[in-house]
């Protein structure tokens, strides 16, 4: 028996931040980062907090890629002041930080029941929807996913205004990390239809809007379409959970730095040509793989070739790398210019490792052996 069950109300459109003024709690910690404090835009989540009346503080010492020792200054902060809400404020790290500080605090001294609201400043991790985490260990250079469903917020608030100000950059990192998030969740061995339901849509959104938010982050339609389009994905994969790509995109993270959603869109070519088996090369054949039926499906959302197997999944695989090339995301290792090829091909072995061990990878279409993902990183050097 499966089951599908989503537990995050999600608030989003005109002035969804007013719902802060309505939620049913007295007194809130906000869990954001140092530019998030400083910024005008945390006004827009202060006021209507302030006009209900509620008590407020803020702990501001989240950093990317969240390490333990921040985890554990958060948990500090909240057992010190006990709110029985937290509102998260920020992009992946801050609600993943979020979920953390209160699961770990409440295991501590669990003095209430305490609320988590998530509002996201990106449209990428679909975090504000899941019950998933990742947390980092600086020291070992690993990246470790918290699956729990007590870590799934309470409620979501999806805003529009808060991502007007995301540089290109960050927007084409993050817009990717959703397209990936969504293409994961349709193909992998935990999927249902609710889950491909929602991936379908999130991956429509991002075909459609994509590339307008990036041209143009004033453009506040495609910011709210891309808003909705990560929680889709989130919602999507939170049921069906991921694959592969973010297997090895993790160690990419843990050792190199290299921005999650970044990591994400330079694999995805290969990791498609992997679970398909078909590459540049490919002739037709009699029997394809599970995987490239449901490639097939999200080409055509996509409106791309649906010629045949072979070239539908060629077409991906191309509209993929369109995408980076027009939102100048490397499309391998050296061309980012920041990574020598020793300590890049050094590092291989132990990311494959890694990689193998990432709960990410269960659920991949094709299972895959160490061999099989030392080709890939090999392949994504050049």
Same mark, same amino acid.
């Given at each position: =028996?499966?089951?599908?069950?989503i537990?995050?109300?999600v608030?989003?459109g ?27 835009? +945390?006004n827009?989540? +202060? ?9 407020y503080?803020?702990? $501001? ?10 985890i554990?200054?958060?948990?500090k ?5 006990k @709110? ?9 790290s801050?609600?993943? %930080? ?15 029941? #305490? ?17 998933f ?7 070992? $250079? ?5 699956? %729990? ?9 999806l ?25 994961e969740?349709?193909v %992998?061995?935990d999927r ?8 379908e ?16 982050? /004033?453009?506040?339609?495609a ?12 919602l ?5 959970s +991921? ?10 993270g843990?050792?190199?730095? &290299?921005p ?7 694999l995805? @070519?290969?990791?498609?040509?992997? /679970? ?12 394809? +793989?599970p995987? #490239?039926k ?6 055509? &959302? ?6 045949n ?7 991906l695989?191309?509209w993929? $790398? ?9 499309? %391998?290792i050296?061309? =980012?210019?920041?990574?020598s ?6 590092? &291989?072995d ?7 061990e990432d709960?990410?990878t ?5 299972v895959?052996n160490?061999?099989?993902i ?7 050097w050049?």
């Amino acid at each position: =028996m499966k089951s599908f069950q989503i537990k995050t109300r999600v608030n989003f459109g005109d002035n969804a931040l007013d719902r802060l003024a309505e939620v049913p709690y007295k007194k809130i910690l906000i869990v954001t980062d140092p530019f998030m404090a400083k910024s005008k835009n +945390l006004n827009l989540i +202060l006021d209507p907090i302030k006009k209900a009346g509620k008590e407020y503080d803020i702990f $501001q010492d989240i950093v990317p890629d969240p390490p333990i020792e921040k985890i554990s200054l958060g948990v500090k902060k909240m057992l010190e002041y006990k @709110p029985d809400a937290i509102v998260a404020v920020g992009g992946g790290s801050a609600i993943d %930080s979020s979920k953390s500080i209160r699961e770990f605090a409440l295991r501590v001294d669990h003095y209430a029941e #305490v609320g988590l609201i998530a509002i996201p400043t990106t449209s990428g991790t679909g975090s504000e929807v899941t019950s998933f985490a990742v947390v980092s260990d600086p020291a070992e $250079q690993r990246k470790y996913p918290l699956v %729990s469903w007590e870590l799934t917020p309470d409620e979501a608030i999806l805003d529009a205004e808060l991502v007007k100000s995301v540089p290109p950059a960050i927007t084409a990192d993050t817009g990717m990390d959703v397209f990936t998030h969504a293409l994961e969740a349709c193909v %992998s061995t935990d999927r249902s239809d609710f889950s491909t339901a929602l991936a379908e849509k999130s991956i429509e959104l991002v075909g459609v809007f994509l590339l307008r938010a990036y041209l143009d982050g /004033n453009d506040t339609h495609a910011r709210q379409k891309m808003h909705s389009a990560s929680c889709l994905a989130g919602l999507a994969f939170n049921s069906a959970s +991921l694959g592969l790509n973010h297997g090895m995109a993790h160690q990419l993270g843990a050792k190199f730095h &290299i921005p999650h959603g970044r990591a994400n869109a330079m694999l995805l @070519p290969h990791i498609i040509e992997f /679970n398909s088996d078909i590459n540049k090369h490919s002739k037709s054949q009699k029997e394809y +793989l599970p995987a #490239v039926k449901r490639y097939a499906t999200v080409a055509q &959302i996509l409106g791309l070739s649906s010629y045949n197997e072979i070239m539908t999944v060629r077409s991906l695989v191309n509209w993929v $790398q369109f995408m980076l090339k027009e939102m100048d995301i490397p499309l %391998s290792i050296s061309q =980012m210019g920041t990574i020598s090829e020793e300590e890049y091909f050094n590092a &291989i072995d132990s990311m494959a490792d890694a990689a193998l061990e990432d709960g990410c990878t269960a659920t991949n279409p094709r299972v895959p052996n160490k061999e099989d993902i030392i080709e890939i990183y090999k392949k994504l050097w050049k």
